[in-house]
C-alpha cells in the first residue's frame, strides 16, 4: 500500500538528482532504431517526445506515494526535468546551468557534475533516457571518480545496459525502495549499440564500463544476453520456425518482430528478414524494415493480422525494447490473442522468475497483455508464460 506523506517524517531527507533526455526514444517508433545523429530525421517522419511523458508517469506514482513531501528535488531547466516536475506539482530546484535548445549529450554530463559537486552532493541521480543517456552519465561520473548511485528510468529505444527498471512505474518501487534502505546498492553493465551499424542490420555492441545503482529484484530489468551460437540453439529455432510456417494463413499479415529466432523463420520461408527491425510478411512477400506508420496504413483487415516476436533474452521484454515500431495501437488492433510469441528452451531457462515483462509505454496495452501468454519453444510444444 501506498504510503502517506506523513509516514516519511522520520525517514533522513536525502537529495536527489532528476535527469530528462527530452529527445530519447524518438526514433524507435518511425524505425530508425535510435535516435543518436538522426533526430531530424526523425522529426522530419513525425517522431514525437517519449521521454517527458515517462518522467512524469514516474513522478506522478513517486508523488502519490507520498515519497516526495520529505525528500530534496534538484533538476535541469526546461524539457529536461523542470517542466516534467512542475507540471506534476513536485517543489523542486533547478541547477543553475546553461543549456543548448535541443538538449545534447554535454547538457546531460554537465548536469551530472554540478549534481556530484560539493554544492549539491546528491544521494541518487534518476535519468530518464536510453543507453546513450546513461553512457554519457557514466563519462561524467567517471571524470569527477564519483561513484553516485545512478537509476534509469527507460525511455530509449534498445536499452541494453542493467541500470533500468523494467518500466516508470516500477522504477517509482525501486527508488522508494533506495530511500526506505531496502534496495541493494550493486554494478549495472552500461553497454551501447553503435546505431549507425544497427540501421545497417549489423549488431554491434560495446561494454562502456559499471554504474552502481539500487536493484530490487524483478524490477531491474538487467542486461541484455545474446543467443547461445550452439546446434542445440539453431536446431531449436529451426523446429520453432518449422511448426510456425506450418500453421501461417496464407491470407493473412505478419508483423515480424527482431531477432534470431523469428529471422530463421523468415530464412526458411526464403525471403529476407532485417534482424534488428521489424518487418511485415504478406502475400508471400516481404517489406522490410518499416515503422508504425508503413504498418498502419498497410494492414486492412486487423481481424486477420498476427504479431510474432521473440522476448529479449535475459530481460524477458517482449514490447517496448528495439520494436517500438509495433506500437500500442497496433498492439491494440492486432489482440492478444493473435500474438504469437517464440523463445528458444535455453531463453526460457535464463528468464528471470520465469516472467516476461512489458513496457510499450501505454498503461492500456500493457494492462490487455499481462496475465498469461502462450510461448512456443519447440515443435508443436508451447508454454504458458506469466506476463508482467
Not at 504510503?3 to 536525502?14: D, H, L, N, V, Y
Not at 495501437?329 to 526460457?348: C, D, Y
Request: hydrophobic share 40%.
Amino acid at each position: 500500500m501506498p504510503r502517506k506523506p506523513q509516514e516519511w517524517t522520520e525517514s533522513k531527507m536525502q537529495k536527489i538528482g532528476f535527469i530528462v533526455n527530452p529527445i530519447a526514444g524518438m526514433g524507435g517508433p518511425v524505425g530508425l532504431k535510435g535516435t543518436d545523429n538522426v533526430l531530424e530525421k526523425a522529426i522530419a517522419l513525425g517522431a514525437k517526445p517519449v521521454a517527458p511523458q515517462r518522467a512524469k508517469i514516474f513522478l506522478k506514482k513517486i508523488k502519490e506515494r507520498g515519497i516526495t513531501a520529505e525528500n530534496r528535488f534538484i533538476t535541469c531547466p526546461g524539457p529536461m526535468g523542470e517542466e516534467e516536475t512542475r507540471e506534476v506539482g513536485i517543489n523542486v530546484e533547478v541547477l543553475p546551468m546553461q543549456r543548448k535548445k535541443r538538449t545534447t549529450a554535454e547538457d546531460t554530463k554537465k548536469a551530472v557534475t554540478i549534481l556530484t559537486s560539493e554544492r549539491y552532493n546528491v544521494d541518487l541521480i534518476v535519468f530518464v533516457g536510453g543507453d546513450g543517456t546513461a553512457r554519457d552519465i557514466l563519462d561524467a561520473l567517471k571524470k569527477k571518480s564519483s561513484e553516485t548511485p545512478v537509476l534509469g528510468i527507460p525511455a530509449g529505444v534498445k536499452m541494453y545496459s542493467g541500470i533500468f527498471a523494467v518500466s516508470p512505474i516500477e522504477a517509482a518501487e525501486v527508488f522508494e525502495a533506495f530511500l526506505k534502505g531496502e534496495a541493494e546498492i550493486t554494478e549495472f553493465e552500461i553497454i551501447d549499440a553503435d546505431e549507425t551499424a544497427i540501421r545497417s542490420d549489423r549488431f554491434t555492441i560495446r561494454l562502456h564500463g559499471y554504474l552502481k545503482g539500487p536493484y530490487l529484484p524483478m524490477r531491474i530489468q538487467g542486461t541484455k544476453e545474446t543467443s547461445p551460437e550452439t546446434i542445440d540453439e539453431k536446431e531449436n529455432q529451426f523446429a520453432i520456425a518449422k511448426f510456425v510456417i506450418e500453421n501461417m494463413k496464407p491470407d493473412a499479415v505478419y508483423i515480424l518482430g527482431p531477432g534470431t529466432t523469428v529471422k530463421t523463420l523468415c530464412d526458411l520461408l526464403g525471403v529476407k528478414k532485417t534482424l534488428l527491425g521489424v518487418d511485415l510478411y504478406l502475400n508471400g512477400k516481404v517489406i522490410n524494415d518499416v515503422n508504425e506508420e508503413a504498418i498502419l496504413k498497410t494492414v486492412k483487415d486487423w481481424k486477420n493480422a498476427w504479431i510474432i516476436v521473440s522476448p529479449i533474452g535475459g530481460q524477458g521484454i517482449i514490447f517496448g525494447r528495439g520494436n517500438q515500431q509495433i506500437s500500442p495501437e497496433i498492439i491494440k488492433r492486432v489482440g492478444k490473442n493473435r500474438i504469437i510469441a517464440l523463445a528458444t528452451k535455453s531463453k526460457i531457462q535464463r528468464l528471470k522468475g520465469g516472467t516476461l515483462r512489458i513496457d510499450t509505454g501505454d498503461l492500456e496495452a500493457d494492462e490487455m497483455l499481462r496475465g498469461y501468454i502462450k510461448v512456443l519453444t519447440d515443435y508443436k510444444e508451447w508454454r504458458l508464460l506469466p506476463v508482467k
